[in-house]
């Protein structure tokens, strides 16, 4: 890999109120271990020198802990807290970088995360600043317009995934204004400040866990990854 500084900005400050949980969905048991810890583990089997920056919810700092002790090998990291929003918590992690790089930007809550990908996304931002994964969408769409509705043409649709990748001189200073509403991820934030986004094929499997069906589909995929070990 290029001989470049590498950090992987891993957000987990949801509440998960979707999975009907107690706990927060980033902390949930899956196959044994938290959630979390398997996006940990993937960057750092695939990237060997990255710099973990992982944000939490400030009040549940001390779960990193138990993160922590989940993972294969040890790994040092750089604890944040989030804040408000997203895009806070996101810029909150991005502060704590000093030296320029790549940087993945990756969603705590998917655990499926593949070290495919994360070259992948690595490759296309060293060549073009920035790499957001994206997928076809399988189904059929329509449009509601009130009591109507109209196909959509699922053809030129994409849904997008993380890590959302980028060179430090494009996503950072895009993370010095100002929030508005209609950032939605980080690539709305880069084209919001004036740079193109670039999308590379994303994967399948690599669900983000909203519902309790989502942890039975993980626990599925991860099965049948041990089964093929």
Known sequence: MHDIKKYAVIVAG?????????????????????????????????????????VLPPDMLSYAQMVLRAL???????????????????????????EAGIVFIHDG??????????????????????????????????????????????????????????????????FKQAFQPGFTDEATVVESFGSKVYLVEGDRKNLKLTTPEDMIIAEAFLNESALSC
């Open 72 to 98: 294969p090998e040890p790994v040092e990291l750089t604890l944040i807290a989030g804040g408000e929003t997203r895009f806070h918590s996101v810029q909150n992690g991005l502060n704590a970088i000093d």
């Open 109 to 174: 809550a998917r655990p499926l995360l593949s070290a495919e990908l994360i070259i992948r996304c690595f490759n296309a931002a060293i060549e073009q600043g920035s790499a957001i994964p994206a997928i076809a969408v399988a189904e059929s769409l329509r449009q509601l317009n009130g009591e109507n509705s109209a196909p959509v043409n699922r053809d030129n649709i994409r849904i997008i995934q993380t890590p959302q990748t980028f060179h430090t001189n494009i996503i950072l200073p895009a």
């Open 14 to 54: 949801g509440k998960g109120t979707r999975m009907g949980n107690a706990m927060p969905k980033q902390f949930l048991n899956l196959n044994g271990k938290p959630v979390l810890s398997y996006a940990i583990a993937a960057f750092t089997a695939a990237v060997p020198d990255i710099q973990i920056i992982l």
